[in-house]
């Protein structure tokens, strides 16, 4: 397989599907709902080897691919893949997977253009995972945004189109400045080795004055923080995934808003790491926040997608603040609240939309009683909500707890305050299943609701298996992603280092910051001895 | 040597749980209570059988641990799915084994009738795997997982009667109020990773005396943080206010969760950790006070309430304090051993008001019994013993724990804590037997021949019906109809045998803790717990005379307690209703237990409901929509200018983000 171009296959495979998807006759429903879910599984299966041959042990990239695009400006098309993004990978072949197969009968109408838009999307965010080149990145990154500007805007709700241009707008502004940051790089990269390129581990290499780095930072932060979303850039999300079909809501949340998180690990972090330092703290309290004003405001939505929406923007405060804890512990935490909120999340959406399409509401007071009627649901509802909760034995609580411990041993404050998230989610999701799921039936119409058909239980099944295999035996997860983590930390904490002692004298008080930090980092185990 | 398999003992409710999803619905109601009994029986069995081994053991090898596989590992911290036999845990496990059997006997026939009987026995097994791995792990984050796991199972069944929304309220209310103590627990084990970077039990307290100083602030931190998190489980101020609206579940669940075992779970954590908490001496004297004021208040709270079980659940808060404050006067045995007698006559007296409930046909209150004995002999005779036990009259098995707490209290000095442990132990035979004597004793104030109880009855408290009417109707209703039909009589065997069982505990149970001054040296239960406790705090021991005195002084108590609730409720029960309108204030304060939730709920979750909506409706929709559709429109506005010179709105944007990246790299290469 080595010889193959398999990172170029598993990314242009969907859009060739999505081609013949589009091309087939608009009014044939069946066969189109059938190619596309054999698309997709096709496309799963080929993409299960990053399970297995992207070796554990083994930090750097792997299986990459390169060759000239634009030879002026240097840039290439140039893949690869590690422990990250094959794990991200994974989650969005699975993810598209079952929300295709989610959307067999939601859709109505223009399924062809639905389900091609669908695996065009797929195309994107594999590229955006895959590609080690900014330039193409900047593409990939900005291709990804048209499918899903036409999911939210042709199949959304009543306000659709409010909500598409208020998730491109915000994307936009974002990747602007970005953007500008990226093509700045291209210019010092020039300046400092005479050869254009935008190679990502060209960049790796680059040494940038710190204070030439913070707005670079920023401009990347920008455009990533809103992808997350962090507090206070996460007022797109609501109303996007509120308009959006099920599955482009299932998609949204499993992969989508993984981009900035990937984006933070990938590219903000190491590329500029002494402005990292500085910004850490505030970027630290922002996500504490926004795990903290998501459970609120989501306890108070009367819209069940809405509830879901902020529960997003809490549990990826998690993840932002795994990051930012940069130690071993959070930085897996963090990745694991990917990929436990793509699990979760993504469940949680498709589980919504199994009753929207029922009884097209998503009101929590037009529920009530529904164990009665449909047990069958409502049991996999119950673990579905337990493992988003956090409940030990389940996926969910893998991931908090490592982004607590991690940030625990940063600093004492932002695990306590973090920690206020489990409280919070209790009881944003338990009052929430209470209205739809207990109590006796209110409305007439949920009295006949049907229960799961064979299909959607195939939809959930691996959902659910995930959801405790992840918990119960994570492991093998957590041995994909570390090497690759250590990397960044390592590479995140050297650049600094080198980069603070040849700009030290423009840079003093900066350099005493960054000497700080690892005492604190440092402070228990001076104390503690053997650890 | 053929080691026992400690994991055999959670899996086995665990596969029952597993087969009863798979083949639940083929299997009846009798193959689901066999599959049910017979797991927790099997696993009760396994219990036994790996603690005989361990009893085999010379004392310092009084150890099994046995790992399953790693859980996680990540950096320098990594956590086993791994288990601990020592003298401690198998305490636990015998316990939660052997009362658990006898409550899922017992809710076979309990729930006979109920439409979710397999729900119900799949709910009670997947309990008896989350408590067997919380008292059977080596390291605190599987003991979590065991932790959460009972907090869930409790959720479910408290909210077993889904159709109920008080019944759903209270699962609600125990989740949410146990995440808080979970809150600080997690927040204590974090503690401990981040100075001893382990879990493990073992390396834990090895390495701690080298790594706190005693007495230091970190050390005080990390063990009250911990005890935040016991006092969410085992429901002590300022979280206790869960466990009474637990008692929505159905009976059998109150008795085996709500008293005999999930409820002790603080206890045990405390215990567990006592190398830890010895070097807090704050928080140990913080456990001791927050104990004895729990023990006190909720004993006070009992006093006046109607409803049977509600009694029974604020004797369990009380006990449970009792627990506590002998761990912080340092006598963590007799806590364990409290914790042991309470289970056993706990669950009798609950197991006991079950039966009598389902005799009456789903009564509760107490105000419409009356006069039980001779119709319900076994469950009069059985609860009779409990309601002894608990009041410590010897030499039944409430009187040796307490009187050891007691003690142990007032040889450590604490003379307040021992005089509160006194007060209450006035009350709790007051209470005790006010309950027994207002339902097995007088004129049955209901119709005997079936149909519905008489509402005023020869009751003292007849004036407060009102109050009942709203709030405190905690009646196990089970929405079946088990109608309000036919005489009272005894309830069947698979009822009355576990009743019987738990008596003779609750009578010989307390016996292997006699010590001083009937024997030489340490009891049997203290010297068996002494590899895991060590030999206890180092007080100058009680004169022989001191220890009679105390036993003495504590049986008077006991002894005073019952006789005022035979004379006010039993032979003159003008003196109750004097009291009770003399001291009017005061028991409307008891019988609304000091507006604690109504507190809550004003100061904690109405605030915070309000301001939710605020952040949702003020901030995200005014404020950050304001600005972004604010640039919307000015874009909008913009736009509309351009469109003069362009069409359409794609090439409107694109021109933007070309000029405006031009215009952003241009700056960028100037400066």
């Not at chain 2, 790594?211 to 998190?229: P, R």
Request: charged content about 10%.
């Amino acid at each position: 397989m080595a010889q193959l171009p398999w990172l170029s296959l598993l990314v242009f495979f969907p859009l060739a599907a999505a081609i013949l998807v589009a091309i087939m006759p608009a009014n044939a429903h069946k066969p189109i709902r059938w190619w596309a879910t054999i698309a997709a599984l096709a496309e799963f299966v080929f993409s299960l080897p990053l399970w297995w041959r992207v070796i554990p042990g083994q930090a750097g990239f792997q299986f990459e691919e390169k060759l000239d695009w634009i030879p002026v400006l240097g840039a290439q098309y140039h893949l690869g893949v590690d422990g990250v993004s094959g794990l991200l990978a994974l989650l969005t072949t699975f993810t598209t997977l079952i929300a295709i197969l989610g959307a067999w009968t939601s859709v109505e109408k223009r399924s062809r253009e639905f389900f091609a838009l669908v695996l065009a999307l797929e195309a994107g965010m594999l590229g955006t995972f895959f590609c080690l080149d900014l330039l193409l990145f900047y593409v990939f990154w900005e291709a990804m945004l048209i499918p899903m500007y036409l999911l939210i805007g042709v199949w959304g709700g009543q306000r659709r189109v409010y909500a598409a241009v208020k998730f491109f707008l915000y994307t936009m502004a974002g990747s602007v400045l970005m953007l500008v940051a990226i093509l700045s790089l291209w210019f010092l990269q020039k300046q400092y080795s005479g050869v254009p390129t935008f190679d990502l581990q060209a960049f790796y290499q680059l040494p940038l004055a710190p204070s030439r780095q913070l707005w670079m930072f920023l401009a990347f932060a920008f455009a990533f923080a809103i992808k997350v979303p962090m507090f206070p850039l996460h007022t797109w999300l609501p109303d996007a995934h509120v308009e959006a079909p099920t599955a482009g809501s299932v998609i949204l949340a499993a992969v989508l808003l993984k981009m900035g998180t990937y984006g933070f690990l990938r590219f903000a972090m190491p590329l500029f790491p002494n402005a990292l330092v500085v910004c850490a703290p505030y970027i630290a309290w922002l996500a504490i926040i926004g795990i903290v004003y998501g459970a609120l405001v989501a306890m108070v939505q009367p819209d069940l997608k809405k509830l879901v929406a902020y529960s997003s923007v809490s549990h990826m405060g998690f993840a932002m603040l795994g990051l930012m804890a940069m130690n071993a512990q959070g930085f897996a935490g963090s990745m694991m609240t990917m990929l436990n909120h793509g699990v979760s999340t993504g469940a949680l959406f498709l589980l919504v939309g199994v009753i929207y399409e029922r009884r097209h509401t998503r009101k929590i007071a037009d529920f009530g009683g529904l164990w009665k009627v449909v047990p069958v649901y409502s049991v996999i509802f119950l673990v579905v909500m337990l493992s988003s909760v956090g409940l030990p034995g389940t996926n969910g609580f893998i991931g908090e707890f490592l982004v607590l411990l991690g940030a625990f041993k940063h600093s004492v404050p932002w695990a306590a305050v973090a920690a206020t998230g489990v409280i919070l989610s209790a009881c944003y999701m338990l009052w929430m299943f209470q209205r739809v799921v207990f109590g006796p039936v209110t409305h007439e119409e949920n009295r006949k609701l049907t229960d799961l058909s064979f299909r959607e239980r195939l939809v959930f099944a691996p959902l659910l298996l995930l959801i405790f295999w992840m918990g119960v035996a994570p492991q093998p997860f957590l041995d994909r992603m570390q090497p690759t983590l250590d990397r960044v930390l390592q590479m995140t904490n050297d650049r600094a280092q080198m980069m603070t002692a040849s700009d030290a004298a423009a840079t003093a008080p900066l350099a005493s910051r960054l000497q700080a930090a690892p005492a604190v980092n440092a402070a228990p185990a001076e104390q503690g001895g053997a650890r | 040597m053929n080691l026992p398999m400690l994991w055999i003992i959670p899996a086995l409710p665990l596969a029952a749980v597993a087969l009863n999803l798979l083949f639940g619905d083929r299997l009846g109601k009798r193959g689901t209570a066999f599959l049910a009994c017979g797991a927790v029986g099997l696993a009760f069995a396994a219990a036994v059988r790996a603690v005989l081994t361990l009893a085999a053991r010379s004392e310092e090898e009084r150890q099994i641990v046995e790992t399953a596989w790693t859980w996680f590992r990540v950096g320098d911290f990594s956590v086993d799915v791994s288990f601990l036999l020592d003298p401690l845990s198998a305490i636990m496990v015998l316990v939660v084994t052997g009362v658990g059997f006898l409550i899922h006997v017992y809710s076979t026939g309990y729930m006979a009738e109920d439409p979710s009987f397999r729900r119900f026995f799949l709910y009670l097994n997947l309990f008896m795997f989350a408590m067997l791995t919380l008292v059977l792990a080596d390291n605190y984050l599987l003991m979590f997982v065991g932790w959460e796991g009972v907090g869930l199972c409790s959720y479910l069944l408290i909210g077993f009667w889904y159709e109920k929304q008080s019944a759903t309220d209270a699962g609600k209310k125990a989740f949410i109020v146990n995440r808080i103590g979970d809150f600080g627990f997690l927040l204590g084990v974090m503690f401990l990773i981040a100075w001893t970077g382990s879990v493990n039990y073992e390396r834990v307290f090895a390495s701690a005396p080298h790594l706190f100083t005693a007495g230091g602030t970190i050390i005080t931190l990390a063990t009250l943080l911990m005890f935040v998190g016991a006092t969410g489980k085992s429901a002590q101020i300022p979280l206790y206010v869960w466990l009474p609206d637990a008692m929505e579940g159905p009976t059998p669940v109150s008795a085996l969760i709500h008293a005999a075992t999930m409820v002790t779970a603080g206890v045990y954590m405390v215990v567990r950790s006592h190398v830890l908490f010895e070097m807090a001496p704050v928080t140990l004297e913080v456990i001791a006070i927050v104990g004895a004021a729990t023990a006190l208040m909720a004993a006070t709270i009992g006093l006046v309430q109607n409803d049977i079980k509600r009694v029974l659940a604020y004797s369990t808060v009380s006990q449970l304090g009792y627990m506590f404050f002998a761990c912080g006067v340092g006598a963590f045995g007799a806590g364990i051993f409290h914790v042991m007698t309470h289970a056993f006559f706990k669950a009798l007296l609950f197991l006991g008001a079950g039966s009598v409930i389902y005799g009456m046909h789903h009564e509760q209150d107490m105000r419409k019994m009356g006069g039980l004995a001779g119709k319900m002999p076994v469950t009069h005779a059985t609860m009779l013993i409990a309601t002894i036990a608990i009041a410590g009259i010897p030499p039944f098995a409430g009187f040796w724990s307490k009187d050891e707490i007691l003690a142990k209290a007032f040889a450590t000095g604490h003379y307040g804590i021992f005089a509160a442990g006194l007060l209450g132990a006035v009350m709790t035979a007051f209470y005790m037997f006010r309950l027994y004597v207002l339902t097995f004793q007088g004129k049955p104030r209901f119709d005997e021949n079936g149909g519905h109880a008489h509402a005023h009855a020869a009751d003292a408290h007849g004036a407060h019906m009102t109050h009942d009417a709203h709030g405190h109707g905690a009646h196990d209703d089970h929405g079946h109809d088990h109608g309000h039909g036919g005489p009272v009589k005894e309830s069947p065997w698979n009822m009355t045998v576990p009743l019987s069982v738990l008596a003779v505990l609750s009578v010989v149970g307390g016996w292997i803790g006699i010590g001083k001054p009937f024997i030489e040296g340490e009891s049997w239960m203290g010297r068996w717990l002494e590899p895991v406790l060590g030999s206890g705090p180092h007080v100058h021991h009680l004169a022989v005379s001191t220890e009679f005195g105390l036993m003495g002084l504590s049986v008077a108590v006991a002894a005073f307690g019952i006789f005022m609730a035979f004379r006010a409720y039993l032979q003159s029960p003008s003196i109750a209703t004097a009291m009770h309108e003399r001291f009017g204030g005061l028991h409307r304060t008891l019988y609304h237990k000091y507006w604690v939730d109504e507190f809550y709920g004003a100061v904690a979750v109405n605030p915070v409901y309000q301001a939710s909506m605020r952040l949702w409706r003020f901030w995200d929709e005014k404020v950050v929509d304001g600005i972004v559709n604010g640039v919307g429109y000015f874009l909008e506005g913009v736009s509309a200018l351009l469109r003069l010179f362009q069409t359409g709105y794609v090439g409107t944007y694109a021109l933007f983000i070309t000029l405006g990246v031009l215009a952003l790299f241009l700056h960028f290469l100037r400066s």
